[in-house]
C-alpha cells in the first residue's frame, strides 16, 4: 500500500471553506481603503511605492520557490500583502531601489528562508523595514508633507513631541494630513479596512484589543500624572503607525500565538514595549521593534498557555 | 607509589609550563610595553595641542579628582586649559580632549580620542567637519544642539548642528562637554 | 605517499573543513571583528600565528604532558601566545589594537584553536602538526578576509581602504548599508556565505550519489 499521512482525530470533523487565498484576498481587500488614501495624500510616490514593492515580493517569491523545487505560490496573495504593507510603512520619498531591496530582504530573508508561509518567525513585511531602517537610517527618517511633490524634510507628528514637545492637532492625525510613512497617516482609512476584516472573523479581536487597551491605558496613567511631559491617550492611539500595526501587523496568523490567552499576552505585551519605547527611547516611534520582539517570544508565549487536556493532573 | 608518581608528574609538569610562559611573557612585556606606554603618551600630548592651538607646551595640574593640562605659549603665558572628557554614547564610552579658554567661558577646540559609535552615523562624531563645529563656541551657558537645521537661521552661541541620524550620540558630545566644564569650574573655585 | 598525507593535512583547511564554514568554530571574533578587511585580515593572522605556535610546542612535547592536566597546560601555552600577540599589536599597531579590543584577548578561548591541539597536534607528529595548523589558520584568514571584504565593501564602499563603489556625497551613485557594519550585518553576511555554500556542495553530494 502507498503510504499517506492520514490524520487521526476524534469526531466532530469540521471542515472549514476558508482557505489561503481567500483569508489573503480579504485582507487586500481591506487595505484598499488605506491604499486610496496614501494615493491622496502622497499622489504619485504612493503608486510607485506600492507598484515596486508588490512587484519585488512576487518576483522574489517566485524565484525562490524555482530555487527549492517548490510549488510556486506567487498568487497566493501573501506576497502581495507583505509588499502592499512594507510600502505602507515606509517613507513616502524612499528611493524605489532601496523599497526594492528592503522586500527582497523581506521575502528572501523574512520569508522563504525559514521555508515559506506558515514556517516564518517574524512579520515578513516589518522585519524589511526594519532591515531598511538599519540600513539606510537617513533615507528612511527623511519625511515628506503631504500633497507635495518635492521632498521637503519635515518631521513625523511623534518626532516633534519627542524632540521639541510640540503637539500636532487631532484632527490631522485622525483623517492623515500629517507627514510620515505611506499608510500610516490616515487613521479613518485603516479603521474602514480594519472593520471589515473584524467583521468577517479574519483577524482575532483580542490582539488589537490588547494592544491598543495597554497603550490607552497606560498612556492616560502617565498623562494623568504629568499632562505635560505626556501626550494624551487619544493622541497615542493616533500618531504614527499604531493603529496600522495594530490590525494589520501584531495579528498576523502565522507569527502569533495559537491559544487565546497567548493572543491577549502577545497584545498587552506589545503596548507595554511600545509605550516604553516612546516614552523613554530614544526613537521616536516603535510600532515595528514591539511587534517584532513579540514575534520573537510568540513560541514561548504558546508553551505557556497551553490549553491543559481533559482529566489532566496538574 | 604509582598514584603518587602520577601526582608528582602532573604538578611537576604544570609548574614548568607556568614558569616558562611566565618568564617568557615577562621577557615580552618589557620589550613592547614602553613602546606601547609612549605612544598612548605621543597621542595625549598631540591632542593638546590640537585644542589648545596656541600652546606650545604644558603643564599637568592635578586636582581633587581629574588633571587638567594648562597650555603656555611661547612667552610663558596661560593659553586655555585641556582636560579629558569621558561619557557613554550610543554604543559605548566616548573619550574627548577638550580644549578651553583660561576662564572656561570659551571651547578653542576639541579632538575625539576614542569612540565605538556606529560606523556611518554616530561615527561621524570623530569627523573634522563636526568637531571644528566647537572651534571658538560659547562654553557658558552650556553647549546646546540642533536637528534639521533650516539653512537660513543663524546658529546661536554655542550652538552646534547634531548629526543626521545619530542625535544620540552628537548629543552625548555636547552633555559630557558640558558635565565636565561646570564640574571643572567647581573644582576650581 | 607521506608528502600526499602532508598536503591532505593542510589542504582540508581550506575548504573541506574549514574553520569557519564547515566547523563554525572561532564565531566570536568572526562575527565580531569583520567589519573591514584590514581588521579581518590582522584577526586571521593573529589566530594564525598563535594556532601555528602552540600546534608546535604541544605536538613537540605531546608525550609529556599527563592525560589529566593536558587541557590546562594546552590552555596556559595558548594564553602565553595570545599575550605575545597582543603585546606585539599593542606596541607596534595601537590603531589595529583598538579597534579589536578585547577580542584579541579573547583568541584564548577560540574553540578552533584548542580544539585543533586536543584534536590534531596532541596525537600527531610535529610536521603534520605544522601542515594541518597552517592549512587552518590559512583557511580561517581567507574566510574573515572574505567575510571582511564583502561587510566593507557593502557598508563603506571599499575594500582594504580602497574606494570601489563611489559614495553618494562625492558624486557616486552608491549609498552605504550601515547595517553591514553593525553586528546584525555579520550574521547576515556569514549565514547568506554558509547557505550558498552548503546549496552547492548539497547540490555535488546529491549529483555524486546518483551516479
Redesign the interface.
Known sequence: MKEEHFLVSTSPHIRSAEDIPKIMYAVIIALIPVAIASIYFFRLWAIKLMAVCIITAMGTEDIFQRLRKKDITVFDGSAIITGLLLAFILPPSLPLW?ASLGTFFAIA?GKQ?FGGLGYNIFNPALLGRA?LM????V?MTTWTKPFSLDVVTSATPLAQMKFAQSFVSHQSLFLGNVSGSLGETSALAILIGASFLLIRKIIDWRIPAGYLGTVVLLSSIFWFIDPKGFADPLWHLLAGGLILGAFFMAPDMVTTPVTKRGRWVFGIGCGLILIVIRSWSGLPEGVMYSILLMNAITPLINRFTHPRIFGEQK | MKIMS?TV??IA??TI??LI?GG??TF??E???S??ER??LE?LRKAIFVVLPEAVDYQELKLADQILYQGIDKSGQKVGLAFLVEGSGFQGKIEIMVGVDQDLSRLQNIQVL?SVE????GGKITDQEFQDQFKGIAARPKITYVRNRNPVTPKKPGEIDAITGATISSKAVADMINKEIVRVWEALQ | MRQYILFKDALKGLWKENPVFRQLLGMCPTLAVT?AAIFGLSMGLATFFVLLCSSIIISIFRR???H??RI??FV??I??FV??VD??L???F?EIS?ALGPYVPLIVVNCLILGRQEVFASKNPLHRAVADALGMGIGFTLALIALASIRELL??GTIFGVQILTLVGEGGRF????????P?GAF?TLGTMI?ISNFFTGRAAKKSACH
Open positions: 532601496a530573508l528562508i532591515f538599519a540600513t539606510f537610517p533615507l | 602520577d608528574k602532573m609538569v604544570l609550563v607556568g610562559s617568557f611573557l615580552v612585556y620589550q613592547t610595553i613602546k606601547a605612544k598612548s597621542s576614542e556606529t560606523p556611518g552615523l | 567589519n609529556v604532558f599527563p589529566q592536566v590546562a597546560s596556559v601555552i594564553a602565553t599575550t605575545v603585546l606585539f599593542k606596541g607596534n595601537p583598538k557598508g563603506s549609498r552605504p548599508w550601515i547595517i553591514m557594519l553593525l546584525a547576515l547557505g
